[in-house]
Every structure is written in structure tokens, then in C-alpha cells.
């Protein structure tokens, strides 16, 4: 019986082992990001660049011409002296040192294909148009190393659509960051059927190492939050287009009850009318049947007219 014990002992002693090594195997084979190429310099594209800079990645940043580039790395500046004032209070050269530091480790460039031969991470954040996106990932596809991992922080499209633009599908995800993003703790990292492991793990390593809180989702129509949220403004829509309570009101509501910071008349101006018709009809296309996807008469009839929400001075509200 002892005999049989201390086989047991030593046979769950080697499969612990190799267990243990199997793992060590695994992590080792996990792509360490160092170098990202950012394609798109808007808000989003910027601020991404932002934080990986920042947190000692080499990144270029792309975009169609060096007026925008000029644009993007002047607001990135902005942004990092208004961290420093928060982050460097009581010491001012260090937080000089700091934004001297980030902006070498940021480049710019108006040739996305010369960039990408030698870059870990491809992050696209251009405009939200399946094929616009899944044009420039082909392209990508035959100048990028077979090593690198692509990621769109597209907020409702298919990340599987996209991926199938390229041969590179086990190496694809979804990186969705949050708009001001130096301040917007949350990642959605999105993993589709055919995303490896590896690719998935390395993904959240990054946005670990950039300072962010990553959570998991499957490539599903808006990922967790979008998902949530975008229905939940439809239905705020439709509420005040049966007349059931004013606009400001259910702004109000959510406010004051819900202890939302702003309404959802008041988030669909932020975003813009014209982002989330584009998001609703996306899904509606997809699932016609779902009531939560229906379209709304009076954000198309809205969206017709140009009023676009706060970036045209009028949506739901007026703007000065």
C-alpha cells in the first residue's frame, strides 16, 4: 500500500511538473508588446498613442496628413500637461521630465505601410466604416510581420468581420478603450472564435501595462457596454417619442435617480446622433427582430437635418 502511495505521490508530483512547465511554455510564447503603431490620429487614435507612450512603448502614429499628425500630437501635449498637474503636483521637473520622456517614445507618420514591418500591435481607430476598416487591414495584412497581432477599437462593428479581412485571424481581437481615453480606466478586450490564446493574453498584458483594467467579452453587438448602453438611450428616444415624459425630464430622471452623470438625451449630443444611428441600424441589419435594435424616427428624422448633436451646435439641445 505504501508502495502504491509513493508512486501516486510521484506520478502527481511529475504531472504537477509538467503542468507547471506547460504553463511556463505558454506564457513564454505570449507576445511582449514594445513597439504599437496607432493608425488614426482623432481623438480616440491620439489618446491611445498617449498612454502607450507613456508607459514606455515605442509608438508611431498614423494618419492621412501631417496637418491632422501636427493636430493629434499638439492635443496630445495638452493632454499630458493636465496629468502632470494632477500627477507631478508638488513636482514640477519631474512631470516636465515625464511628458519629455513620452513624446521621444511617440513618432509620427503619414505611411501606415512603411511602419508597420517592424511594430508588435497594429491598433486601428479610424472611422467607424466596416469597409473603409476591413480595406486597410488587407492592405496591413501583407506588410506587417508574421508576429504581429491587429486590434480594432472599432465600438460596433464585428471584430470577426474584420478579422477575416486578413490571413491573420488567429492573431486579431478587439481592443475597445473609452473616450477621453488618459482618463477612462476601462478596455474591452474582445476575443473572436478564432483569436488564439496567446494573441487574447498578450492583448491583456497590454492594456494591463498601460495602465488600464481590461475585462473579456465575445465579439457580440456592442461588446458589454454599448450593449447596455445604447439600447438604454433607444429607449429613453422612444419614451419621448410616445410622449410619455419631456426629454429633459428623463434626463433629469436618470440623473438624479439612476445617478447617472449625464441623461440620455444629453450622452446621445456627446456621442453624436449621427454615431449612434450608425450603431443601431448596424444591428438592426443584423437582428431585425430584436425590438431593442429598432431605428427611431426622430433620431433619423434628426440626423437628415444635420443636427448632429453637440459637434453641430444642436441635437437633442442647442448649443452656443
Known amino acids: 500500500m505504501a508502495f502504491a502511495t509513493r508512486r501516486f505521490v510521484r506520478a502527481a508530483s511529475s504531472s504537477s ?13 505570449k507576445l511582449l508588446v514594445k513597439h504599437v503603431t496607432v493608425i488614426g490620429g482623432g481623438l480616440m487614435g491620439a489618446g491611445i498613442a498617449q498612454i ?27 493632454s499630458l500637461k493636465r496629468v502632470t498637474k494632477k500627477k507631478f503636483a508638488d513636482k514640477p521637473e519631474a512631470g516636465a521630465e515625464f511628458i519629455e520622456k513620452t513624446l521621444k517614445n511617440l513618432t509620427t507618420s503619414t505611411d501606415a505601410v512603411a511602419v508597420v514591418h517592424s511594430t508588435d500591435l497594429v491598433i486601428e481607430a479610424i472611422v467607424e466604416n466596416q469597409e473603409i476598416k476591413n480595406e486597410l487591414f488587407k492592405r496591413l495584412d501583407k ?56 494573441t487574447f493574453e498578450s492583448l491583456m498584458d497590454f492594456s494591463k501595462a498601460v495602465g488600464k483594467s481590461p475585462v473579456s467579452c465575445k465579439d457580440t453587438p456592442g461588446f458589454i457596454v454599448n450593449r447596455l448602453l445604447v439600447p438604454y438611450m433607444m429607449e429613453a428616444v422612444r419614451l419621448f417619442e410616445r410622449g410619455d415624459a419631456s426629454k429633459e425630464d428623463i434626463d433629469v430622471a436618470m440623473k438624479l435617480g439612476a445617478g447617472y452623470p449625464m441623461g440620455p438625451f444629453e450622452l446621445l449630443d456627446y456621442v453624436g446622433l ?24 426622430l433620431l433619423d428624422k434628426l440626423v437628415a437635418e ?11 439641445y442647442k448649443y452656443k
Not at 275 to 295: C, M, Q, R, V
Request: proline share 6%; aromatic share 6%.
Open 52 to 78: 502607450a507612450a507613456a508607459s514606455g512603448h515605442t509608438v508611431v502614429l498614423v494618419d492621412q496628413s501631417d496637418e491632422i499628425l501636427k493636430k493629434s500630437t499638439k492635443g496630445i501635449e495638452e
Open 143 to 198: 506588410f506587417a510581420p508574421e508576429h504581429t497581432i491587429f486590434a480594432s477599437n472599432t465600438s460596433s462593428l464585428q471584430i470577426t468581420q474584420l478579422a477575416n479581412s486578413t490571413t491573420r485571424q488567429d492573431r486579431f481581437g478587439g481592443l475597445h478603450f473609452f473616450n477621453p481615453v488618459p482618463m477612462m480606466k476601462l478596455v474591452e478586450v474582445i476575443k473572436t472564435p478564432m483569436t488564439s490564446q496567446k
Open 17 to 29: 511538473s509538467a503542468a507547471a512547465a506547460a504553463a511556463a511554455t505558454a506564457a513564454a510564447k
Open 306 to 316: 444635420k443636427k448632429l448633436g453637440k459637434k453641430t451646435g444642436e441635437g437633442f
Open 274 to 297: 449621427d454615431t449612434s444611428k450608425y450603431i443601431i441600424d448596424g444591428w438592426h441589419a443584423l437582428e431585425p427582430n430584436n425590438p431593442l435594435f429598432a431605428p427611431s424616427p
